[in-house]
């Protein structure tokens, strides 16, 4: 299947495609090879100004109709994305480098998931009564927010734009999304497909470009919401200007996440832990567990049946469904991955394989392990947000925990061992908000996604995202003879 890459237009605005080439051009290039395969320009401010005005009244036409309505669109959107997943997927992994064989499954599917799960629960968001002395009662009314603005990072741009999309509108809220400038091109074809499945011009509006066009949709009054999916900088600096005028804020950011391998774990289910945490997406995943922290019993069993399976990744056309392991994003992207691998080396660790970019065209970093690594190294304490696995010695349990823990960051964490009551305990231990026993980045709609400490505010998913896009109200209802005091 060829697919054209070049998008009609820029944004989409209003329930079409709209074009202002005075912005700022933005090239889109494909990391498996270098090329620029579309061209977009950055809005203007009469683009996002335009985008606002949009979401501002469709918002008011959304919220008007019944939960089951609204729920029906999203769940035909849910439907079109499935049909059309393997052109969806072929988008991605132009946009993105990630290789066919994993959008096929964790990016459209991913969305469309959300869309049918929130457009599940659309029509049962109600309030609830509270019965009072005298037959008084306050009864409660959840309602949306207003205009919701969504900020993108590079790494899932479909996935991203539904997941905020999908509770967003369930709860009657309006969208005006911007993708990260780095893949702009998946978000527009989620609002293509809303549309097409009856949602109201401008419920779901989609303008590019860089941090400046976030800034302005951050601070415009008509935005009740943001929810941005970025990095820790960007995200202290999207909640301050919120906080300006006391907006709603969800923000996904970015991790430096444990897995602890105990001496009693499955060392086949242990290695495939941390190849998923590690190198799913080229590392490229903000919740990966980069710290592997290896029982010293378990050690060299690990790192030798660890190197093994690595002989597994399949390095070649990401578009090939054979290919396991696609390019880094970027330049600037394989730039950071190398820096961090040039401390890692200076600072004493032990590169046990990879660490090299592979000479030809676009951004190819192979899966690169260090072992010996130790709790201040650079490469143990900082994002690196590429195909580097840190794995570090342990020997006791208390030891290991208060290691774990010892991070700004708290977006997941991951236990493998054979003694459930230990499993338990260590989770419970974990200052981490996405955590897995004897099981890595598994990322179902049905459960709360998010973090904690650095790493995040609000929850994605499951019913815990319904009480970040709505709002209650009360009403006290008297019943009784009404008293004041003159
Ligand atoms: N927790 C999560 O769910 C995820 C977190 N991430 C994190 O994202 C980072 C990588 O993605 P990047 O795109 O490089 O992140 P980034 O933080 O550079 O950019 C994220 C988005 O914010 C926008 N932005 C930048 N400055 C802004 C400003 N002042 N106001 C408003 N918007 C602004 C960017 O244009 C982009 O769309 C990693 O740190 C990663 O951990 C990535 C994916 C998922």
Not at 12 to 26: F, L
Not at 221 to 248: C, D, I, N, Q, W
Not at 257 to 263: A, G, K, L, T
Not at 425 to 430: C, Q, Y
Request: hydrophobic fraction near 40%.
């Amino acid at each position: 299947m060829s697919i054209n890459t070049q998008p009609t237009a820029s944004h989409y605005i209003g329930g079409a495609y709209v074009e202002d080439t005075s912005g700022a051009p933005i090239d889109v290039v494909y990391g498996a090879t270098g090329e620029v395969i579309a061209r977009v320009h950055a809005a203007t401010p009469a683009i996002v100004d335009r985008a606002l005005e949009a979401a501002t009244a469709a918002q008011k036409t959304w919220a008007a109709m019944s939960g089951t309505e609204r729920g029906r669109v999203l769940r035909r959107a849910a439907d079109l994305i499935r049909e059309r997943n393997r052109e969806l997927s072929i988008l991605e992994t132009y946009d993105t480098g990630k290789p066919l064989q994993e959008t096929l499954v964790a990016d459209a599917t991913s969305g469309a998931d959300a869309l049918e799960y929130f457009g599940g629960l659309a029509a049962s968001l109600t309030g609830e009564t509270i019965p009072l002395a005298g037959g008084d009662m306050v009864y409660t009314l959840r309602e949306p927010l207003g205009v919701c603005v969504g900020i993108g990072a590079w790494n899932y741009p479909t996935q991203i734009a539904c997941w905020k999309a999908a509770p967003a509108l369930a709860c009657g809220n309006a969208m005006v999304f911007k993708p990260s400038e780095t893949t702009p091109l998946c978000a527009l074809k989620i609002a293509e497909i809303l549309t097409e499945a009856g949602a109201p011009p401008g419920l779901f509006n989609v303008v590019q470009g860089m941090g400046e066009v976030g800034a302005a949709l951050v601070t415009d009054p008509r935005v009740a919401k943001v929810s941005l999916t970025g990095s820790v900088p960007t995200g202290k600096k999207v909640y301050a200007a919120a906080a300006g005028e006391m907006k709603h804020v969800t923000m996904e950011l970015g991790g430096k996440s444990p897995i602890i391998v105990f001496d009693d774990a499955d060392l086949e289910d242990a290695v495939s832990g941390a190849i998923l945490g590690n190198f799913y997406s080229s590392g490229q995943v903000c919740s990966n567990g980069t710290r592997v922290f290896v029982q010293t019993g378990i050690r060299d069993a690990f790192l030798k049946r660890l190197t093994e399976r690595l002989a597994g990744a399949v390095l070649g056309d990401p578009l090939d469904e054979a290919t396991n392991f696609g390019p880094m994003v970027s330049e600037g992207q394989i730039g950071i991955v190398e820096r961090y691998v040039r401390l890692g080396i200076e600072e004493g660790a032990e590169l046990v394989t990879g660490g090299a970019r592979i000479e030809r065209d676009g951004y190819w970093m192979p899966p690169t392990v260090f072992a010996g690594v130790t709790d201040e190294m650079t490469i143990a304490r900082e994002e690196i947000f590429g195909p580097v696995m840190c794995v570090l010695d342990f020997d006791g349990e208390d030891e290991v925990m208060a290691r774990a823990n010892a991070t700004e960051f708290g977006l997941a964490a991951g236990v493998f061992t054979r003694d459930l009551a230990r499993a338990h305990r260590v989770v419970r231990g974990f200052e981490a908000g996405t955590c897995f026993i004897n099981s890595y980045n598994d990322a179902p709609v049905e459960a709360p996604f998010g973090g904690v400490k650095m790493s995040g505010v609000g929850r994605e998913n499951s019913k815990a995202a319904i009480e970040h896009y709505s709002q209650v109200k009360s009403v006290y209802l008297r019943l009784s003879p009404l008293e004041a005091p003159f």
